[in-house]
C-alpha cells in the first residue's frame, strides 16, 4: 500500500494557487498542520493569529463575510471544544463559508487527552448549518478542498497529516454526501469512517477467505447523514449494524446510526464501536486502537460475535493482510 | 431635515428610551442614559456612513439563516450601503439594543413606528438583537465576540483596498471577556489602524457596580499594554468624544475609552444604584415618578 508524505501540504498550494478568494488562518501549529508550504508560497493570504481560538473564530467570520474563504488550521480540540461558543455564534448562526480543517482526529496523536479529538464529531453535528467530513486516506485529504469549498456554509474536516496510506485510488475522490460501497452485500451491514476503515478492511478481507462477508461502507460525510447508499444498508442491514468510528460513541457515525435505525423501526441490533464514553490518554495509535478496541481484532470479534461463528482468524493473521487501494466495489470483493 | 447635532441628538434618545421604557413596564433606560452622547457622537458627526437602504418600518423575521432560506438578512442595511469609501459600523452591546433603534428613529434611518414592534413575537426589533435586528450586523448577545468579527471585516477590508473606517461600540463589562483581549492583541499584531472602538465605560454590568464584579482597571493602561492608540475622555462631551478621530490612522487601532455616568440626564434612575442594568417598575408611584420626568423634558 502506498504511503503518501504529508499529502496536505503540497495539496494545500497546488489547490489554492488560482484561488485568491482563499486565506489561510492558523493558531501556531502552521508546520504541524501542514499549512507551512501554503504560508511561503503565498505570504499574503497567511494569517497568524496565535493561539487565540475564540478570535480565530471571529477573524474568520468577518473575512467570510468579506468574501474570502478561511482555511483555519489547528488541532481538532482547539477548532471544537475551545471556542465552541464562537463557532456556534460567529461561524455557524450566519452560516458562513468558514473551513475548519481539525488534525489529529481521535487516537491519532500520542500527544494525550488535550490533543485527542474525541468528542469533534458529536460537537459538530450539534450545530446546525454545519457540514461534517472525515478523511480516510490520502486520496481523500487531497480531494477534500474541493468537497469543502462547494459547501456554503461551514464544514469541519477531521484531517490527516504526515504518513498517510492511500486506500482509494486517486482518480476516485471524495464526493458530498456519498458513501464509498467496499463490500455490497454480506450478512451484516459495516459502517466505518476515517482511519477505522483501513482496520476494517483488514478484518473484512480476512473474514471474506474464512466465508464471512459483510457490506461495508466507507463514510466521509458525517453530516449531512442522509445518503441513501447509507440508509439503505441501515433499513435493510441483514443481522445488523456494526460501526466503528475513531471517536466516542455518544454522538458520531455510531449515534447517526443509531438514530435512523430508530426512527425507522429498524428491529436489528446495533454494535457501536468506538471510545466508550471515556477519555483518552497519550500513547501510540496502535496502542490505543487495541486498547479502547477500535482495531481490526475487535472488529473480527464483533462481527463473529453478530453472526454466530468463529472465523478461526487469530489477532496475527488480521496484521498480515496485504491491503492495496480500492477502486470499487466490484474490485473491493476481489482483495 | 434630520438634526444630527450630537447633543441634541443625544438627549432625544434618552427620551425615547425613556418614553419606550414607561409605556413597556421596563427597559434598558440606564444604558441609554450612559452611551446616548457616545452613540450620538458616532451616527451624527463621527461616522461616514449612507443613507439607510433598509424599510424605515422593519420586516418581519424572515429565519434563522441557512442553506435553505435566501431571506435571511443583516440589520446593516439601516447603516447604509457597504462601499469601499464609507465607514461601517459594528455593535457589539447588544443588550443596548433599544438605545440604538432609538438612534435611527432620531437619525431618520428608521420609522418610529418601528419600535412599535419591540420584543414583539415575530419582529425582528429584538430586546437583545441579532444580525437581523435594524442597525446590527453580527450576532452579539454572546458579549465579546464582535471585535473579533469587525476585525476579520477590517482585515478583508484592507486587502480589498477599501479606505472606509470600521468602528465598533462595546460596552466595559466585555473587557472581563478574554476573547476581548484575544482581539486587541490581534488588532495591534497586524496593525489594523482603520478600526476605531468605542467603549461606554460606566461601571456597572448586570450583577452590579463593576468593581465590586470583577476589575479591569486600569482599563487605559491595560488597552495601551495591548497596543492600542487609547484616548480616555468624558463621555458625556461630544466635543472630546469626537476630537481622536480627527488624528489620521497612524498604525495602532484606536480605542476610545467613554467615562460616563450611568444616569446621566435622569437623576430620578440614580435611586436605584446599583442595580441599573434593567429596570423595572415595582410600584406605581415609581412608574409616576418616571412619568413626572418625562412631561418635564427638555431636549
Given amino acids: 500500500m502506498e504511503i503518501v508524505t504529508r499529502p496536505h501540504a503540497r495539496n494545500l498550494v497546488r489547490w489554492a494557487k488560482d484561488r485568491p478568494e482563499v486565506v489561510v488562518l492558523s493558531a501556531d501549529l502552521t508546520a504541524s498542520c501542514e499549512a507551512d508550504e501554503f504560508r511561503d508560497a503565498y505570504p499574503d493570504r497567511f494569517f497568524s493569529l496565535g493561539m487565540a481560538e475564540q478570535n480565530l473564530m471571529g477573524f474568520a467570520a468577518g473575512l467570510a463575510r468579506e468574501g474570502f474563504t478561511p482555511f483555519l488550521h489547528t488541532f481538532g480540540v482547539f477548532l471544537t471544544r475551545r471556542p465552541y461558543d464562537q463557532l456556534a455564534m460567529s461561524v455557524c448562526y450566519p452560516n458562513l463559508p468558514v473551513r475548519l480543517l481539525g488534525f489529529l482526529p481521535g487516537v491519532t496523536t500520542p500527544g494525550g487527552v488535550t490533543h485527542q479529538a474525541t468528542d469533534d464529531v458529536a460537537l459538530m453535528r450539534a450545530l446546525p448549518n454545519m457540514t461534517v467530513l472525515e478523511c480516510g486516506d490520502a486520496t481523500e485529504v487531497e480531494s477534500v478542498l474541493d468537497v469543502a469549498q462547494a459547501v456554503r456554509g461551514p464544514v469541519y474536516v477531521r484531517m490527516l497529516r504526515g504518513e498517510v496510506p492511500r486506500l482509494f485510488t486517486a482518480d476516485e475522490p471524495m464526493q458530498l454526501g456519498k458513501a464509498r460501497v467496499l463490500s455490497a452485500d454480506g450478512e451484516l451491514t459495516l459502517l466505518t469512517a476515517g482511519i477505522c476503515t483501513e482496520e476494517a478492511l483488514r478484518t473484512t478481507v480476512a473474514l471474506a477467505s474464512r466465508g464471512i462477508r459483510v457490506r461495508h461502507l466507507h463514510l466521509s460525510t458525517l453530516k449531512p447523514f442522509d445518503d441513501p447508499a447509507v440508509l439503505d444498508a441501515l433499513l435493510r442491514p441483514g443481522l ?66 453478530m453472526v454466530g461463528r468463529s472465523s478461526g482468524l487469530a489477532p496475527e493473521d488480521l496484521a498480515q493482510v496485504h491491503l492495496t487501494p480500492v477502486h470499487s466495489a466490484s474490485k473491493a470483493e476481489a482483495l | 431635515m434630520t438634526d444630527l447635532d450630537p447633543q441634541r441628538l443625544a438627549q432625544r434618545i434618552r427620551r425615547r428610551v425613556l418614553d419606550h421604557t414607561i409605556r413597556n413596564g421596563g427597559g434598558y433606560l440606564s444604558q441609554a442614559c450612559s452611551s446616548a452622547e457616545i452613540l450620538a457622537t458616532l451616527y451624527g458627526r463621527v461616522m461616514r456612513l449612507g443613507d439607510s437602504v433598509a424599510p424605515m418600518v422593519p420586516g418581519p423575521f424572515q429565519g434563522v439563516p441557512g442553506p435553505h432560506n435566501p431571506h435571511a438578512h443583516t440589520g446593516s442595511g439601516y447603516n447604509g450601503p457597504k462601499a469601499p469609501e464609507l465607514d461601517r459600523f459594528f455593535f457589539s452591546p447588544v443588550h443596548y439594543s433599544l438605545v440604538l433603534y432609538s438612534v435611527l428613529i432620531e437619525t431618520g434611518r428608521m420609522a418610529p413606528e418601528g419600535l412599535a414592534q419591540f420584543n414583539q413575537d415575530g419582529s425582528t426589533v429584538e430586546l437583545i438583537g441579532a444580525e437581523h435586528s435594524p442597525g446590527i450586523e453580527v450576532t452579539a448577545g454572546s458579549l465579546a465576540q464582535t471585535l473579533s468579527q469587525a476585525g476579520g471585516v477590517a482585515l478583508a477590508r484592507r486587502l480589498k483596498g477599501d479606505t472606509g473606517r470600521t468602528w465598533i461600540f462595546m460596552s466595559d463589562g466585555e473587557f472581563q471577556e478574554g476573547q476581548t483581549w484575544e482581539a486587541l492583541q490581534a488588532l495591534a499584531y497586524w496593525k489594523l489602524d482603520r478600526v476605531g472602538v468605542y467603549v461606554d465605560v460606566n461601571g456597572y454590568q448586570c450583577d452590579g457596580k463593576m468593581d465590586g464584579i470583577m476589575n479591569i482597571e486600569p482599563l487605559a493602561d491595560r488597552c495601551r499594554a495591548f497596543g492600542a492608540d487609547v484616548h480616555e475622555v468624558d463621555g458625556h462631551d461630544v466635543e472630546a468624544l469626537t476630537a481622536p478621530t480627527r488624528k489620521p490612522p497612524d498604525g495602532k487601532p484606536l480605542v476610545v475609552l467613554a467615562r460616563t455616568d450611568p444616569c446621566h440626564g435622569i437623576e430620578l434612575l440614580r435611586d436605584r444604584t446599583p442595580k441599573l442594568h434593567y429596570l423595572r417598575f415595582k410600584t406605581d408611584a415609581e412608574r409616576k415618578a418616571y412619568e413626572a420626568v418625562l412631561a418635564a423634558w427638555q431636549d
Avoid: C
Wanted: hydrophobic residues 50%; charged residues 20%; without cysteine.
Fill in chain 1, 240 to 305: 445488523g449494524v456494526i460501526t466503528l468510528e475513531n471517536h466516542s460513541i455518544v454522538g458520531g457515525l455510531g449515534s447517526a446510526a443509531a438514530e435512523v435505525m430508530a426512527e425507522a423501526g429498524v428491529g436489528r441490533p446495533l454494535v457501536r464501536l468506538g471510545l466508550r464514553d471515556t477519555f483518552a490518554h497519550g500513547a501510540s495509535k496502535a496502542y490505543l486502537l487495541k486498547k479502547y478496541g477500535l482495531d481490526a481484532w475487535a472488529l473480527t470479534q464483533a462481527i463473529e460475535a
